[in-house]
């Protein structure tokens, strides 16, 4: 049985982008924020590192800009660039003032210009990251769910999956909703609607991401007709832990930004026979520089070695880590980590102007799902959380001054499941799950080929078929319905990758290691693709 939720702005996602934006709205607006699963279960949460903004008297606006630009390899918007570092300081004292304990610095108290605690990671010129330990996701998430919880506007609904959006007359005006617990589809209908589902990272074999990172946003945005752009940019962070049972856990970007270093089996660091800023270089060099290594030798992974600082110093700025090594034996105030690449963040997404509109009347997207043109080729550091504050709350604000003039939505057709049934073979689900994530690891990597490429292409279209042929015959259920979302992201990563013949930022390609003289973003367009 269909239940019909009416609220003024549907947000579908609950990390630090949907959180912000709801705490942003005016008060008197009803919000719906849907959840895949218990709040602070994201990516938000499980961010280590932290959030870059100029917050020194020796760094600037410009500086900060100019090394994203660097790091963007050429495809950055900078409208997009200026428009985030511009707004970066307003959206920390925003955080500040919800209750995100940001760390400070003990040596010179909390004197206006050298308040925060403030550190290094690769590509920036500055240091400019300012966190909480090496916990700053979870305190974010954490603080901004209380707020959100608190807050008399905000309706939270958990464990529900959105399917697909309602869209009517070109408009978007809801989402039908998977509610987990009974089974049933719902539907949520709002006059604007915002995605804030995270990235695509779950189709790759090795992720740092956690289960519910299967590019739905991106996915729903382009069946309902919304561009995309530069999927074929997903960035491997270089440290994921390696260890059997140590499932998805990132060892944190500020590890090499306070001197961690690289290490072969033997001892030998290598970085250096990369790039000249060593462990230091951006991540795309750097988990290029270990995949190499790793195929060299023929490595199952390499090592990072902190071992030099103090015990203090790894107990008071990465306890997170500490902690979670001796779960599994490793002290890193002794030994070196052994780690391996994993993808991370997806680059590319929906494609949005600076209030985090879409190509489709109503729709909004924010965050990791969207495509601003932060990152260019090349997402820099610490600037995802940034991006999902700073366009969070510029969404906000134009919802805000637009929702009155906004007609209430037209009562969509309840969900009709009476010609599907309850599916007695999900180890289909299962084993297209592996087989998709194990192709684009293999085909769709670090490295790839157009050779590769058109395998995983080729794969990917059997696998849609199949997909297709469940979908219509059996009951959704999450599974299901990230098989879904996730093999048609994963299609579109593909296509872009075999648009680009080049190598840029993160796409490298054997058969086409030079960069060509003219930077241009890959945008693929619903109305005239294939790809259904």
């Given at each position: ?5 009416l ?23 009803r ?8 709040l ?22 410009d500086?900060?800009v ?5 790091a ?8 997009a ?39 290094m ?16 996701g ?100 270089p ?31 290598f ?37 030099h ?5 790894l107990?008071s ?7 979670r ?37 109503g729709?909004y ?9 932060l ?11 940034l ?23 037209d ?12 599916s007695?073979?999900?180890?289909v ?13 293999d ?50 990563m ?33 109305d ?5």
């Open positions: 049985m269909t239940s019909r939720y609220h003024d702005v549907l947000i579908i996602g609950s990390g630090a982008a949907g959180l912000s934006l709801a705490l942003h709205l005016p008060r008197h607006y919000v719906a924020l849907l959840s895949k699963a218990n602070n279960e994201g990516s938000t949460f499980w961010a280590q590192g932290g959030m870059a903004a100029v917050l020194h008297s020796r760094d600037s606006v500086s900060h100019t090394d994203t630009l660097a963007g390899g050429g495809l950055c918007q900078r409208e660039v200026e428009f985030t570092v511009r707004n970066s300081r307003r959206c920390v004292e925003w955080l500040v003032s919800q209750g995100v304990d940001f760390d400070v610095r003990e040596d010179l108290g909390a004197s206006h210009d050298s308040e925060f605690h403030l550190t990671e690769g590509g920036h010129s500055h240091r400019r990251i300012i966190h909480t330990a090496d916990r700053t979870r305190e974010i998430s954490e603080v901004l769910t209380e707020r959100a919880l608190a807050a008399g506007n905000i309706e939270v609904f958990t464990h529900r999956v959105a399917v697909d959006l309602v869209i009517n007359e070109g408009r978007c005006e809801g989402a039908y909703v998977l509610d987990q617990r009974s089974g049933h589809v719902d539907l949520f209908q709002a006059r604007a609607v915002v995605l804030a589902t995270g990235g695509a990272s779950k189709a790759y074999l090795y992720t740092s991401n956690p289960d519910g990172a299967s590019g739905d946003g991106i996915a729903m945005a382009w069946r309902a007709g919304a561009r995309v752009a530069n999927l074929e940019f997903n960035q491997f962070h440290t994921c832990l390696y260890h059997p049972k140590a499932k998805s856990f990132l060892i944190t970007e500020a590890i090499r930004g306070e001197g961690g270093r690289l290490l072969l089996p033997d001892g030998e660091r970085m250096t026979r990369f790039d000249a800023r060593g462990e230091l270089a951006p991540r795309d060099v750097v988990a290029r520089a270990i995949d190499h290594e790793m195929k060299r030798l023929g490595a199952d992974c390499v090592f990072l070695d902190i071992s600082q103090s015990l203090d110093f107990q700025h990465f306890p997170t880590v500490m902690a090594c001796l779960e599994f034996g490793i002290d890193i105030s002794a030994e070196p980590i052994p780690v391996v690449p994993a993808a991370h963040y997806t680059c590319g997404g929906v494609v949005v102007d600076t209030r985090g509109r879409t190509d489709l009347a729709l997207a924010i965050g990791e799902t969207s495509f601003t043109g990152h260019g080729a090349n997402r820099m550091a610490s600037n995802s959380l991006e999902c504050i700073v366009y969070a709350e510029s969404a906000a604000r134009h919802i805000a001054q637009t929702l009155q003039q906004t007609r209430a939505p009562a969509a057709p309840p969900w009709d499941e009476s010609q599907v049934t309850d007695d073979e999900d180890v689900i299962s084993h297209n799950w592996d087989e998709l994530r194990r192709f684009m690891w085909y769709v990597g670090i490295v790839r080929t157009d050779k590769r490429l058109q395998r995983a292409q080729h794969r990917v279209q059997l696998l849609q078929a199949e997909i297709a042929e469940y979908y219509g015959n059996y009951k959704v259920s999450n599974d299901l319905l990230e098989l879904r979302n996730l093999a048609m992201v994963a299609q579109l593909i296509q872009c990758a075999i648009s680009r013949k080049e190598s840029r930022g993160l796409h490298f390609t054997l058969d086409y290691p030079d960069q060509l003289p003219e930077a241009k973003n890959t945008v693929l367009r619903p005239n693709s294939p790809l259904q």
